[in-house]
């Protein structure tokens, strides 16, 4: 599975728009863009997901480049309780495709 | 649902000790994954299971670390003997193979392990 990176930390203010980015130059065709979330000690919590059209669920929407190579997590209105460690995950198809997580982004919403 | 439940939430047990972790996953799901959380090394998948057979058990770091699926509704983890190195955060997560791209793992809440 592709790799991806992340920066280790970014903060937005609550209320505001939350825009989390994720390079993944290295994707190949029949790879999913996932996204989870671990808010302090509690288990991962999946968001969203996407292959190459832009998503949108209760919780987020995922932009994906046309080139695939970066995607955008955002989160339109944040707030405090979106304070947590988000992780930009490439996955194949397969079943026995496995979840591998980086270092991820720690996100601080502030007041 | 209940959920991913793991038990028991906290562990603290000594050196040289057996330890056992539980997990019942989700019903219906028919994969079952187990990582471990430490601070350096963040979370690592040490084993995961297909309709309760053992399909990568790459991750797991020792012959002191085993896993079971007896039917699937179950799982255990089992250390033995612990080290204080083992101390960590191990996560159980559930998936369905029908739905695995659509809603992807769902994970339990951990067993904070902490071996002295």
């Known amino acids: 599975d592709a790799k991806t990176t992340q920066p280790p930390s970014m903060d937005c203010a609550e209320g505001r728009a939350a825009n989390l980015p994720c390079n993944h130059s290295?994707?190949?065709?029949?790879?999913?863009v996932y996204w989870y979330r671990q808010i302090h000690s509690q288990g991962p919590q999946y968001i969203i997901h996407?292959?190459?059209n832009n998503e949108t669920n209760e919780m987020a929407s995922l932009i994906i480049t046309e080139d695939r190579k970066s995607s955008t997590l955002i989160l339109p209105h944040a707030t405090l309780r979106d304070t947590a460690v988000y992780y930009c995950i490439v996955r194949g198809t397969g079943t026995a495709s496995k979840l591998t997580f980086g270092t991820g982004t720690r996100l601080q919403v502030t007041l | 649902d209940a959920g991913v439940i793991q038990s028991p939430r906290h562990e603290v047990t000594e050196m040289g000790q057996e330890v056992t972790l539980r997990c019942k996953p989700i019903s219906g799901h028919d994969y079952l994954f187990w990582y471990r959380q430490t601070m350096m090394r963040g979370l690592e998948l040490l084993i995961y299971?297909?309709?309760?057979?053992?399909?990568?058990d790459s991750g797991m770091p020792e012959d002191r670390f085993s896993a079971k699926m007896p039917n699937a509704s179950f799982s255990t983890l089992k250390i033995q003997p612990s080290e204080p190195r083992d101390s960590a955060v191990y996560f159980c997560a559930s998936s369905s193979s029908s739905g695995q791209t659509r809603y992807g793992y769902t994970f339990g809440s951990g067993t904070r392990l902490t071996v002295v």
């Open positions: 290295t994707i190949s065709g029949n790879e999913y």
């Open positions: 996407g292959l190459k």
């Open positions: 299971f297909n309709n309760n057979v053992p399909i990568d």
